[in-house]
């Protein structure tokens, strides 16, 4: 079984350039989820989404952050524009639901801004 | 406010030794403990979870002690190999929310 897909692993920009994440969860996994990891540090929960619908963005800074996950399977994360605090790895997870919700992280993307 | 504090920051071990990774949390709402490990340019992957109506679990080598009156709980590596050198992580969760609250993770070194 495929398992979570990201692209692209590693990613160079400018600061106030515009950047995009893209992710393949697990087939037939309803649940998708975006997480910031900084150096160091533990995943942190950007936006949740259940098929099409963001249940939860709280944590997600919505002035330059957006995402979506079209027809309920890919998603992209986009940051525009980037700053240099957002250099970090992007982790891109699914689940299949249920209980207990056991996640399967994709290998991220590492983003660097100059 | 940190939920889940984990410690310690870093370990190293010799081959053949216990590794030990504890996690303390505050809201006793939570009922899910997963435990994550991750390897350099990898994701985190999940080794071990336990819920808490059980004191400990145990698969392979890898064990969970759980502590609900003290709101702890602690990953045991036995037998470890220099193929377990990696980042751990514990995390907590409340079921209905399927938000994992992840510790600031554990880098174990095991030396051959």
């Known amino acids: 079984e495929a398992g979570v897909v990201q692209s692209p692993r590693y990613k160079i920009i400018e600061k106030k350039q515009p950047v995009a994440f893209w992710c393949n969860p697990i087939?037939?996994?309803?649940?998708l989820y975006w997480y910031l990891q900084n150096l160091g540090q533990g995943p942190e929960l950007l936006i949740r989404y259940e098929n099409e619908e963001a249940v939860d963005d709280s944590q997600l800074p919505k002035d330059r952050f957006s995402a979506e996950r079209l027809k309920g399977v890919d998603s992209t994360l986009k940051i525009q524009p980037a700053e240099l605090g957002d250099s970090a790895v992007y982790l891109c997870a699914s689940s299949p639901g249920g209980l207990p919700d056991t996640q399967y992280f994709g290998p991220g993307t590492r983003l660097t801004v100059l | 406010q940190q939920q889940v504090k984990q410690s310690p920051q870093s370990l190293i071990v010799q081959k053949g030794g216990i590794s030990i990774i504890n996690c303390a949390y505050e809201n006793t709402a939570f009922d899910y403990f997963p435990w994550y490990q991750q390897f350099p340019g990898k994701g985190p992957a999940l080794l071990i979870a336990?819920?808490?109506?059980?004191s400990e679990k145990k698969e392979g080598r890898f064990t969970i002690s759980f502590n609900k009156s003290a709101k702890q709980f602690s990953l045991h590596i036995m037998d470890s190999q220099p193929g377990d050198s990696a980042t751990y992580f514990c995390a907590v969760a409340r079921g209905g929310t399927y938000k994992y609250i992840f510790g600031t993770g554990t880098r174990l070194k095991v030396l051959a």
């Open positions: 336990i819920r808490p109506d059980v």
């Open positions: 087939s037939g996994h309803n649940t």
